[in-house]
């Protein structure tokens, strides 16, 4: 019979937490500073790779069975899952890179979109600002839905409202896409742990949101169909009508005194203020 882990963590396991989802963090934080045209996604991946090493962690990516790099770097029309590599960034490329550490057997998972700087169509660029804009507004609707949500169907409601108030992507005229074969998860001594979380609607209301639950809120969004498939690879996921794709993500905690975001070193303050929600530290 299968163990199952609780959904729920302990003060203690949710303390063993932050250290982990800072160093995600900071690896994030490198990569973005080092994001300019010219560089390729490979190199990105190593900035990555040595900040968390630098902090005696290691990549949980890498933990992963057949993956091999510290990061995933989608580029345009990648969504997700792209393999960092010989690719490199053009101005006005919009880039989604995702990143996370185990540091004494706990985990972090987050990831960020970046809009390549430099000489580009302006139009373009807007536009897929615009879609990088809704993806992580509707990750911060979601992690603000956490705080008093009953059910995890209720954040799933507050991620899809947010993301369908965006309205017509600039580039499709269509509403944004939000994939359904990719969701976020639980996390916590494993990168990927019970329950799934969607980021759309479903006539199951979800497991009860109560303290002690840590969740990685992860919304995947495209300007135009939410249609995708797997690239030759096996690993990048890529939308069938060649529009663009972002990510956003960060793992969340909530605890007795209220929420707070491992994967940012501010816990959410600047993400949660409009939604009048003060984060607050676990320890
Ligand atoms: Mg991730
Ligand atoms: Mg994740």
């Given at each position: 019979?299968?163990?199952?882990?609780?959904?729920?963590?302990?003060?203690?396991q949710?303390?063993?937490?932050?250290?982990?989802g800072?160093?995600?963090?900071a690896?994030?934080?490198?990569?973005?500073?080092?994001?300019?045209p010219?560089?390729?996604?490979?190199?990105?991946?190593?900035?990555?790779?040595?900040v968390i090493?630098?902090?005696?962690?290691?990549?949980n990516?890498?933990?992963?069975r057949?993956?091999?790099n510290?990061?995933?770097?989608?580029?345009?029309?990648q969504v997700?899952?792209?393999?960092?590599g010989?690719?490199?960034?053009q101005?006005?490329?919009?880039?989604?890179?995702?990143?996370?550490?185990?540091?004494?057997?706990?985990?972090?998972?987050?990831?960020?979109t970046?809009?390549?700087?430099?000489?580009?169509d302006?139009a373009?660029?807007?536009?897929?600002q615009?879609?990088?804009?809704?993806?992580?507004?509707s990750?911060?609707?979601g992690?603000?839905?956490m705080?008093?949500?009953?059910?995890?169907?209720?954040i799933?409601?507050a991620?899809?409202?947010?993301?369908?108030?965006g309205?017509?992507?600039?580039?499709?005229?269509?509403?944004?896409?939000?994939?359904?074969?990719?969701?976020?998860?639980?996390?916590?001594r494993?990168m990927?742990?019970?329950?799934?979380?969607?980021?759309?609607?479903?006539?199951?209301?979800?497991a009860e949101?109560?303290?002690?639950?840590?969740?990685?809120i992860?919304p995947?969004?495209?300007?135009?169909s939410?249609?995708?498939?797997?690239e030759?690879d096996?690993w990048?996921?890529?939308?069938?009508?060649?529009s663009?794709g972002?990510?956003?993500?960060?793992?969340?905690?909530?605890?007795?005194?209220?929420?707070?975001?491992?994967?940012?070193?501010?816990g959410?303050?600047?993400?949660?203020a409009?939604y009048?929600?003060?984060?607050?530290?676990i320890?």
């Open positions: 019979m299968a163990f199952r882990r609780s959904l729920y963590k302990s003060r203690a949710l303390e063993a937490m932050i250290e982990p800072l160093i995600t963090a690896s994030l934080a490198a990569v973005r500073a080092a994001v300019r010219g560089i390729s996604t490979g190199e990105l991946d190593a900035i990555a790779d040595r090493a630098d902090r005696g962690a290691e990549s990516f890498k933990l992963v057949g993956y091999h510290t990061t995933c770097i989608s580029v345009n029309d997700v899952h792209g393999i960092p010989s690719r490199v960034l101005p006005g490329d919009i880039v989604s890179i995702d990143a996370g550490a185990q540091y004494r057997g706990w985990n972090g998972d987050s990831a960020i970046v809009i390549v700087p430099g000489e580009a302006s373009l660029v807007d536009a897929r615009a879609l990088s804009d809704v993806t992580e507004g990750m911060w609707a992690v603000a839905a705080a008093t949500a009953k059910h995890l169907g209720d799933s409601a991620i899809e409202d947010h993301i369908l108030a309205g017509p992507s600039v580039v499709s005229g269509r509403p944004y896409g939000i994939l359904r074969e990719y969701v976020g998860h639980g996390i916590g494993k990927h742990e019970s329950p799934s979380l969607f980021n759309y609607r479903t006539s199951d209301r979800g949101v109560r303290p002690g639950l840590v969740l990685a992860e995947m969004v495209t300007a135009g939410d249609q995708t498939y797997v030759d096996d990048t996921v890529t939308t069938t009508d060649g663009d972002s990510h956003w993500e960060h793992s969340v905690a909530l605890h007795d005194g209220g929420i707070w975001v491992l994967t940012a070193p501010d959410g303050a600047a993400g949660l409009p009048g929600i003060t984060p607050a530290p320890a």
